[in-house]
């Protein structure tokens, strides 16, 4: 007799009982079957006993307590403690066990692995160490260059007009004014110099700042998902 012969033979034999509970009752053996597995189908229904017997005790159950739900034989209950949940207990041990000695394994290779190539990321890091310090160089020349040479084209405007207007005073009306507005056109030039520095400056050094995060960010990442 297999599992479902059983589950057939046991629903006719129940046919004389309410469908609901007819239903409970091949719902629960149903489950303990599935729970039970393929391969210990024949020992459950040689513990079970006969479908005529199960149908009999669960009858007189429902005569006993009819408020009750279907309860398990005890020596369904006993393999079901020992058998089973004893056994899928010992392999979740096992399987935790193999996920720490998997991790343990990962982190030792991927020391060794950094002890043997340590010349070459070293070298790397130097690399990309002098290629920042570089970025930073250019970027902290171009600023200064830009902040002389405006600080430079101000100065050289405000003297001009100075002179400019003390030719007006001294008599060289014309050549006052032409010098005047060339100051004043310096002057501009210098405050249009200002603005560009500030500006690129502005726009440039968060540019940097998060090309450099990154990049020094990657090797951790790309670690952690190699570990995990």
Same mark, same amino acid.
């Given at each position: 007799?297999?599992?479902?012969?059983?589950?057939?033979?046991?629903?006719?034999?129940?046919? &004389?009982?309410?469908?609901?509970?007819?239903? &409970?009752?091949?719902? *629960?053996?149903? +489950?303990?079957?599935?729970?039970?597995?393929?391969?210990?189908?024949? %020992?459950?229904?040689?513990?079970?006993? +006969?479908?005529?017997?199960?149908?009999?005790?669960?009858?007189?159950?429902?005569?006993?307590?009819?408020?009750?739900?279907? %309860?398990?034989?005890?020596?369904?209950?006993?393999?079901?403690?020992? &058998?089973?949940?004893?056994?899928?207990?010992?392999?979740?041990?096992? *399987?935790?066990? *193999?996920? %720490?000695?998997?991790?343990?394994?990962?982190?030792?290779?991927?020391?060794?692995?950094?002890?043997?190539?340590?010349?070459?990321?070293?070298?790397?890091?130097?690399?990309?160490?002098?290629?920042?310090?570089?970025?930073?160089?250019?970027?902290?020349?171009?600023?200064?260059?830009?902040?002389?040479?405006?600080?430079?084209?101000?100065?050289?405007?405000?003297?001009?007009?100075?002179?400019?207007?003390?030719?007006?005073? +001294?008599?060289?009306?014309?050549?006052?004014?032409?010098?005047?507005?060339?100051?004043?056109?310096?002057?501009?030039?210098?405050?249009?110099?200002?603005?560009?520095?500030?500006?690129?400056?502005?726009?440039?050094?968060?540019?940097?700042?998060?090309?450099?995060?990154?990049?020094?960010?990657?090797?951790? %990442?790309?670690?952690?998902?190699?570990? +995990?």
């Amino acid at each position: 007799m297999n599992r479902k012969v059983f589950m057939e033979r046991l629903r006719e034999c129940l046919a &004389d009982i309410s469908a609901e509970e007819r239903e &409970d009752a091949l719902t *629960y053996y149903e +489950s303990y079957f599935e729970e039970a597995g393929v391969e210990n189908e024949a %020992q459950v229904i040689e513990e079970l006993g +006969s479908p005529e017997k199960v149908a009999e005790n669960i009858k007189r159950d429902l005569l006993e307590e009819p408020q009750s739900s279907i %309860q398990a034989p005890e020596c369904m209950k006993k393999e079901s403690s020992e &058998d089973f949940s004893s056994e899928d207990f010992e392999k979740n041990e096992q *399987y935790e066990e *193999y996920e %720490q000695k998997d991790k343990s394994g990962r982190i030792a290779m991927i020391i060794v692995i950094a002890v043997l190539t340590f010349p070459i990321w070293i070298t790397v890091a130097a690399t990309l160490f002098g290629l920042i310090v570089a970025a930073f160089g250019v970027l902290f020349g171009c600023a200064a260059g830009g902040i002389a040479a405006t600080v430079g084209l101000l100065i050289s405007g405000v003297a001009l007009i100075g002179m400019g207007i003390g030719g007006c005073i +001294s008599g060289s009306i014309a050549a006052g004014i032409l010098v005047t507005g060339a100051g004043f056109f310096v002057m501009a030039i210098g405050i249009l110099l200002l603005i560009c520095v500030v500006w690129i400056c502005g726009r440039a050094v968060p540019i940097c700042c998060r090309w450099i995060v990154n990049l020094c960010r990657k090797p951790w %990442q790309r670690r952690k998902e190699r570990m +995990s």
